[in-house]
C-alpha cells in the first residue's frame, strides 16, 4: 500500500471542519423538525468558535466567551 504525506495547517483543518458544520446546519434547518432546528442551533455555537479560531468575526474569543488571555479554551 502507498502512502502520501501531506501538511496542512490548523487553519486548513478549521476551514475543512467549519464547511462541513456549516452544510450539516443547513441541512438540518431544511429539515425543518423541532428537533433539526434545536440541533442546528446548537451547531451555530461550534461554527460560532470555528470563525473565532479563524478570526472570520468582528469579535474575539474572550468578548464571546468571557475568557481570559491566560486561559485556555478547547
Known amino acids: 500500500m502507498d502512502y502520501m504525506d501531506e501538511t496542512v495547517t490548523?487553519?486548513?483543518l478549521f476551514e475543512e471542519e467549519l464547511t462541513a458544520?456549516?452544510?450539516?446546519?443547513?441541512r438540518l434547518i431544511e429539515e425543518n423538525t423541532h428537533?433539526?432546528?434545536l440541533t442546528a442551533k446548537k451547531i451555530e455555537h461550534i461554527i460560532e468558535y470555528f470563525k473565532l479560531r479563524l478570526d472570520l468575526l468582528d469579535?474575539?474569543?474572550e468578548t464571546?466567551?468571557?475568557v481570559g488571555t491566560n486561559a485556555t479554551l478547547h
Do not use: F, K, N, P
Open 21 to 26: 458544520l456549516e452544510g450539516q446546519r443547513d
Open 64 to 66: 464571546a466567551y468571557g
Open 10 to 12: 490548523v487553519a486548513q
Open 59 to 61: 469579535y474575539d474569543i
Open 35 to 37: 428537533e433539526s432546528r
